[in-house]
């Protein structure tokens, strides 16, 4: 069967490439073409990339107000490619804004359309719930929470586990040891904090400097940031000129498997630290207006996505103006090992393990896809 998957960022691209690995072990005679990046590529191929992610993420409102007229142009070529392609099935991966536009002109045309990895319309837009129901054929869902939210609103959802762990799994199986990651990274031997502050050149515009300040606090750690390949290196090298934060790419799961605690921003990113089991604070700024704008649409309690799934704060959250030095130390030192909170933290992230499950979801996703296709 023929099938054309969307996504429009990093972890789209992520969790994309390993649903098509399931999709080929279901249907071995599996066609693709796709929006999406590096990983989707090394499984569908290059040449059935029609557009990579680089050119297609921006996030926040007045980013996205910004580049309205560049996102239009996007969705009116993307729709003419999947009008020519004339795939089995539309396979929508997060992304709100633009798949769900993309779901609407699919359901217009006759094409079987699944969301894959719901949009988080519990958190803010909870209209998309409408558009949803009435233009997807079949969602996906990835926290078992959604299946509730989801089934309330009239939609009966699928949900096999979550597949952040067959990231999780396939990456750390393979890491080096310690000393090893160390020395290859040109690390010292000091304790390492990681910084994880974005994968947007707007979050690190917003992020990095605090976490840049906050490293002075802590000389006896060593502070490394989690850079990732498709954003400029001179983007970082401007807010660490002259302090002794250091920098590895591309190695998000190593360097938290070695660290012992962790500044993220609010994403998928506080998941994947939780579910390591590295103790974290969430520090996020955004563009002010961006911020005043989501808080009055957002509409729960907290931003990180282990709060979410425990219900209840376990990570602090320091958003905006609580993101300060005195607040972030404080936290710092207590989720350290040692602190007062470190404990406590670590069985928290126990619990999140058994809520979140094992790996194996992308390939059971991938089966179910294709059962529902040939059904």
């Known amino acids: 069967m023929k099938y054309y998957l969307i996504a429009g960022e990093a972890s789209g691209d992520l ?47 007045v980013e ?16 003419k490619d999947v009008e020519q392609y004339a795939p089995d099935v539309l396979i929508l991966i997060d992304y709100a804004g633009f798949n769900l536009r993309m779901a609407k002109f699919a359901k217009s045309i006759g094409i079987r359309t699944f969301f894959y990895i719901a949009p988080k319309v519990w958190a803010w837009k909870e209209s998309r719930v409408k558009k949803i ?3 997807v054929d079949q ?10 939210y989801f089934r309330k609103h009239g939609i009966e959802a699928i949900y096999e586990g979550n597949p952040i762990m067959d990231s999780i799994t396939e990456r750390i199986s393979v890491v080096p040891d310690k000393e090893q990651f160390l020395s ?22 917003n992020n990095l400097p605090f976490m840049v300040e906050l490293s002075y606090e802590y000389p006896q750690y060593q502070f490394v940031i989690a850079g990732v390949s498709w954003l400029d290196k001179g983007i970082y090298d401007k807010y660490t000129k002259g ?20 500044v993220v921003t609010s994403g998928t990113a506080t998941l994947e630290t939780g579910l390591l089991g590295v103790p974290e604070v969430v520090c996020y700024r955004a563009n002010l207006a961006t911020m005043l704008i989501a808080n009055a649409f957002i509409k729960v309690p907290y931003v990180s996505l282990v709060n979410i799934n425990l219900g209840r704060e376990s990570v602090r ?38 809520l979140i499950g094992g790996a194996g979801a992308s390939d059971r996703f991938a089966r179910r896809m294709v059962d529902l296709l040939k059904n």
Not at 18 to 46: H, I, Q, S, T, Y
Not at 139 to 148: K, M, R, S, T, Y
Not at 184 to 205: H, M, Q, W, Y
Request: proline share 3%; net charge neutral; glycine share 8%.
């Open 15 to 61: 969790h994309g490439s390993n649903l098509m690995k399931g999709l080929k072990k279901a249907d071995p005679e599996a066609e693709f073409r796709f929006w999406g990046g590096d990983r989707m590529a090394e499984v569908g191929g290059a040449d059935n990339l029609v557009k990579h992610y680089k050119e297609t993420s921006f996030m926040g409102f």
């Open 139 to 148: 969602l996906f869902v990835i926290f078992p929470f959604e299946i509730d």
């Open 243 to 262: 302090s002794d934060v250091r920098y590895v790419c591309d190695k998000t799961y190593e360097l938290l498997s070695i660290s012992d605690g962790a």
């Open 64 to 79: 996205v107000v910004r580049n309205l007229k560049t996102i239009l142009g996007q969705i009116k070529e993307c729709k």
């Open 184 to 205: 290859e990274n040109g690390l010292d031997k000091r304790p390492v904090i990681a910084l994880l502050a974005g994968s947007r050149k707007s979050e690190i515009n």
């Open 133 to 135: 129901k009435k233009y």
């Open 317 to 354: 959250e320091l958003l905006q103006f609580q993101m300060n030095m005195r607040n972030a130390t404080a936290e710092l030192n207590a989720i350290l090992p040692g602190g007062s909170q470190h404990e406590r933290m670590m069985n928290d992230f126990t619990e999140l393990r058994s």
